[in-house]
């Protein structure tokens, strides 16, 4: 079992960039593909952003494609992710999440352990 805490969350204007962060204690983060979702009120868990366990493989959905990378650090078991060109609309709680599967890495419902959140704010 893997426990995650977000940390890097905060108000932002538009234009700028913020760095997320996702330690993970408990066991040894190389075991998980790991993935960021954000969440912004009213609206469902929505994907953002995915790496294989070696951190060779990313994948993104089109909304944030070329604005945010993810990377990951095994050795400090840390996870990241890079937000630039912020816009209103990526105003969420983003949370990182961690899977011990192989597929499907878009779904919310591939992921086995979840951090509690941090909130991103990009005002206009």
């Known amino acids: 079992q893997v426990q995650l805490v977000e940390s890097g969350g905060g108000l932002v204007q538009a234009g700028g960039s913020l760095r997320l962060s996702c330690a993970a204690s408990?066991?040894?983060?190389?075991?998980?593909?790991m993935g960021w979702f954000r969440q912004a009120p009213g609206k469902e868990r929505e994907f953002v952003a995915a790496i294989s366990r070696s951190g060779g493989s990313t994948y993104y959905p089109d909304s944030v494609k070329g604005r945010f990378t993810i990377s990951r650090d095994n050795a400090k078991n840390t996870v990241y992710l890079q937000m630039s060109s912020l816009k209103p609309e990526d105003t969420a709680v983003y949370y990182c999440a961690a899977t011990t599967g192989s597929a499907n890495y878009y779904s919310a419902l591939t992921y086995n352990y979840w951090g509690q959140g941090t909130q991103v704010t990009v005002s206009s």
């Open positions: 408990g066991r040894t983060l190389s075991t998980y593909v």
